[in-house]
């Protein structure tokens, strides 16, 4: 946990926490869905702040699981890249923005029913008066905002490679982002009965496009956020590899062109000993080395290691 960013690791612990408080509270009889997940816009359950509050809602531990760790896989990374500020903004507004176009989709959904018509409705057998039955519209989960961190990590590193079961060979991330889009349309095209809101998750990931593509056309937008990191990310990558390339070419350089030896020119002896050595050097020139005296050699050869 230690490793995961500040705003990731946040994010995973608040989640699991209202997790394990839904569960509680359910078991001491309290729906917690009806007061904090998103109802429809006309349903009397509504509420305004229900926009924030549904996405911190699952609905059984395989939805945490896998939204969780899409968040601790794809968020770490990106949060790496924006800095928690603009991490948590993209996050927020992305999962708001896929609440909106959830409830767009219902109000289509409503319109074609014709429900503004009937005061009850036939549930297969069962009537139900539409006000109540539109208050079952209630959606929850973090999957619109997880499927924006998806897009956004496939903006960044669209060439990036990953692994992904079932497959034995790695995918392109901007493949991988193309192939859920694919998928997520076809099921919302489908038509409801599995329960899933494919479009919220496409609400998300179009928040989060056109979020992207406004920061990178209007780059001093994101100044509020505090320093660029993604930009430093890029900057010191690039450092770190001119000063390995740098450090390359030096070896390689003492290996082929070794350079010419450099040499120090030596010391001059210090002024005491100076006329005495000078001495010494005239009777050489004079007579010859073997001319001096044990004493003389020894002086001039500690001098020589001095110098």
């Not at 960013?5 to 946040?10: D, S, W, Y």
């Not at 082929?256 to 050489?284: G, M, S, V």
Request: proline content about 4%; hydrophobic content about 45%; some cysteine.
């Amino acid at each position: 946990m230690n490793n995961i960013p500040t705003m990731t690791k946040n994010l995973l612990i608040v989640n699991f926490l209202a997790f394990v408080a839904t569960w509680v509270l359910e078991l001491r009889g309290i729906d917690i869905t009806s007061l904090l997940g998103l109802h429809f816009f006309l349903a009397k359950d509504f509420h305004i702040y229900q926009f924030v509050t549904y996405m911190f809602l699952h609905g059984g531990f395989t939805h945490i699981f896998f939204n969780m760790f899409a968040l601790w896989m794809f968020g770490a990374v990106v949060e790496r890249v924006w800095g928690p500020k603009k991490f948590l903004f993209y996050y927020i507004s992305c999962g708001i923005g896929a609440g909106m176009i959830q409830e767009l989709a219902q109000y289509l959904n409503y319109m074609a029913e014709g429900l503004a018509s009937y005061e009850q409705v036939n549930l297969g057998g069962q009537v139900m008066a539409t006000a109540d039955y539109l208050n079952l519209w209630t959606t929850i989960g973090a999957s619109g905002a997880v499927y924006a961190i998806l897009l956004a990590f496939g903006m960044i590193f669209p060439n990036e490679r990953l692994f992904i079961i079932p497959f034995p060979f790695p995918i392109k991330a901007k493949w991988l982002v193309i192939g859920y889009i694919a998928i997520e349309l076809f099921s919302a095209l489908s038509g409801p009965g599995d329960g899933v809101a494919h479009t919220a998750h496409l609400g998300g990931m179009l928040f989060g496009f056109i979020m992207i593509r406004y920061w990178k056309k209007h780059p001093e937008s994101s100044n509020r956020f505090g320093r660029n990191r993604g930009q430093e990310f890029f900057d010191n990558m690039k450092r770190h590899f001119d000063e390995r390339q740098q450090r390359s070419n030096n070896r390689r350089r003492w290996v082929d062109e070794p350079e010419e030896p450099t040499y120090e020119e030596p010391k001059k002896p210090k002024r005491e000993n100076q006329e005495e050595i000078d001495a010494i050097l005239d009777k050489i020139r004079k007579s010859g080395y073997d001319s001096l005296t044990k004493e003389e050699k020894k002086k001039l050869f500690d001098q020589s290691k001095e110098s």
